[in-house]
């Protein structure tokens, strides 16, 4: 099984369930998607776009779907930006996963 490896965040935390300053243990998958709501206290939604292959047609299906993560505070994630998962116990009824790297700020992203 491989390590998981992420730049470690220069601002410090106290918050438990952080991977870098906390006791929270990370296993299994990781992800990537873009946080589509920050409103909620500590958790954001993660937009995840994937590809599914319909054997009867012999082409693939644009998919997506929306993941709920746990936020440290020393991560500093808003909304728009692209970002790594991990997979660490259930925090919740629906957040079994914690973001451990912000790989692309919202603003930088897209020219409209």
């Known amino acids: 099984m ?21 006791e929270l243990a990370l296993r299994g998958h990781t992800l990537e998607g873009i946080v589509v709501s920050d409103k909620m206290e500590k958790t954001i939604i993660v937009r995840r776009d994937y590809l599914n292959y319909v054997p009867k047609f012999k082409r693939y299906e ?17 909304a728009g930006d692209k970002v790594r998962l991990a997979e660490c116990r259930p925090l919740s009824k629906t957040v079994s996963f914690v973001a451990i790297e912000k790989l692309e700020d919202g603003s930088s992203g897209s020219k409209s």
């Open 2 to 22: 491989s390590a998981i490896t992420a730049k470690k965040p220069k601002k410090t935390c106290d918050d438990v369930d952080c991977p870098f300053h906390g």
């Open 62 to 78: 644009r998919r997506r779907a929306n993941v709920a993560a746990h936020n440290p505070p020393c991560l500093e994630i808003k």
